[in-house]
């Protein structure tokens, strides 16, 4: 109940222009997000990185609603790139479509994402492409596809173990040797498109997560690169310890390297296992949001664990 609440909050205008002016609501935003500039990001990071850490810099914002916005949010991810090479940081960038105008026009976003993934070869930098909900899952992977096919092969996506397609979009991006980020999903889905319950969603996660390894296997194993910038062909995206501790042994029953996978968690959540993790030797980036637009993000971080509502409800009685 409480997850279909906060999912539905996250696609309300009038709650994201009310309640995110609020200084309580900006207080218990900063659990799960960096700040509103891309400054504050770049300070996240560096804590990050002296941590052995690697990070993802993402700016919030999604379903551009005009061309000229969806310009301006290409040209504010570009700011990403270069402070990330500026700054030296251990870091790639994430990008959402829907933000650079995939729900527009085609024509525009492929335009947007060309200036953008230009701009990170010429840093030498890698770029995710962030997956959406189910309506613009096709529409992305061909995104995608058009980018590899283009010469940008720092370029990678997301794959959301929910979904009943996914086992298939993973044999489909093999064939790419694409870079992939293994998530478990984090929209509300219907069950014509998705699995609905937990122990189903972590079957396919697990299944989806050996199918990854195998490819690594088949491609020879390439490791996340020395700067931090590139990673490997499968990053493992999950805060759930069992998840992982499946990836983990079946890692050491193929004998894969440590180098050659990824786990990847988001900023605010199980810093302990993040950490845990780095110190074992394995590569771990923490997914580093910000910007104004924090709203949806921060509504869907309270679906995924209801738990964390207590952080915005106890920030209501520190004003």
């Given at each position: 109940?409480?997850?279909?609440?906060?999912?539905?909050?996250?696609?309300?205008?009038?709650?994201?222009?009310?309640i995110?002016?609020?200084?309580?609501?900006?207080?218990?935003s900063r659990?799960?997000?960096?700040?509103?500039?891309?400054?504050?990001a770049?300070?996240?990071?560096?804590?990050?990185?002296?941590?052995?850490?690697?990070?993802?810099i993402?700016?919030?914002?999604?379903?551009?609603?005009?061309?000229?916005?969806?310009?301006?949010?290409?040209g504010?991810?570009?700011?990403?790139?270069?402070s990330?090479?500026?700054?030296?940081?251990r870091?790639?960038?994430?990008?959402k479509?829907?933000?650079i105008?995939?729900?527009?026009?085609?024509?525009?976003?492929?335009?947007?994402?060309?200036?953008?993934?230009?701009?990170?070869?010429?840093?030498?930098?890698?770029v995710?492409?962030?997956?959406?909900d189910?309506?613009?899952?096709?529409?992305?992977?061909?995104?995608?596809?058009?980018a590899?096919?283009?010469g940008?092969d720092?370029?990678?996506?997301?794959?959301?173990?929910y979904?009943?397609?996914?086992?298939?979009?993973?044999?489909?991006?093999?064939?790419l040797?694409?870079?992939?980020?293994?998530c478990?999903?984090?929209?509300?889905?219907?069950?014509?498109?998705?699995?609905?319950?937990?122990?189903?969603?972590?079957?396919?996660?697990?299944?989806l997560?050996?199918?990854?390894?195998?490819?690594?296997?088949?491609?020879?194993?390439?490791e996340?690169?020395?700067?931090?910038?590139?990673?490997?062909i499968?990053?493992i995206?999950?805060?759930?310890?069992?998840?992982?501790e499946?990836?983990?042994?079946l890692?050491?029953?193929m004998?894969?390297?440590?180098?050659?996978v990824?786990?990847?968690?988001?900023?605010?959540?199980?810093?302990?296992?993040?950490?845990?993790l780095?110190?074992?030797?394995y590569?771990?980036?923490?997914?580093?949001?910000?910007?104004?637009?924090?709203?949806?993000?921060?509504?869907?971080?309270?679906?995924?664990?209801?738990?964390n509502?207590?952080?915005?409800?106890?920030?209501?009685?520190?004003?």
């Amino acid at each position: 109940m409480l997850r279909k609440l906060f999912i539905a909050l996250s696609k309300l205008k009038w709650a994201q222009r009310l309640i995110s002016k609020l200084g309580f609501a900006r207080r218990a935003s900063r659990r799960f997000i960096a700040g509103e500039t891309v400054s504050d990001a770049v300070s996240a990071i560096r804590q990050l990185n002296a941590a052995g850490i690697q990070a993802s810099i993402d700016f919030l914002g999604e379903n551009a609603q005009n061309a000229e916005d969806a310009a301006a949010a290409a040209g504010q991810l570009i700011q990403c790139l270069e402070s990330i090479r500026e700054n030296q940081l251990r870091a790639n960038l994430s990008i959402k479509l829907s933000q650079i105008g995939l729900a527009l026009d085609v024509e525009i976003c492929r335009e947007n994402l060309s200036k953008i993934l230009a701009r990170a070869a010429e840093l030498n930098l890698f770029v995710r492409i962030d997956m959406e909900d189910s309506s613009m899952t096709e529409k992305t992977l061909s995104m995608l596809e058009w980018a590899l096919s283009s010469g940008f092969d720092k370029t990678g996506i997301v794959i959301q173990a929910y979904l009943y397609r996914s086992e298939e979009d993973i044999q489909r991006l093999a064939l790419l040797h694409a870079r992939v980020r293994l998530c478990k999903g984090a929209y509300s889905e219907p069950p014509t498109v998705a699995f609905a319950a937990k122990a189903d969603v972590d079957e396919n996660y697990d299944r989806l997560a050996g199918d990854l390894l195998e490819i690594a296997r088949d491609a020879g194993y390439p490791e996340a690169t020395q700067d931090g910038v590139v990673p490997p062909i499968p990053a493992i995206a999950t805060h759930d310890p069992a998840r992982i501790e499946a990836v983990v042994q079946l890692m050491r029953l193929m004998q894969i390297p440590a180098q050659a996978v990824e786990f990847q968690m988001l900023y605010g959540i199980r810093r302990d296992l993040q950490q845990s993790l780095a110190k074992e030797g394995y590569p771990v980036r923490v997914y580093v949001p910000f910007g104004s637009q924090w709203w949806p993000y921060y509504m869907r971080r309270l679906a995924e664990r209801p738990a964390n509502a207590w952080f915005f409800i106890s920030s209501i009685f520190k004003r």
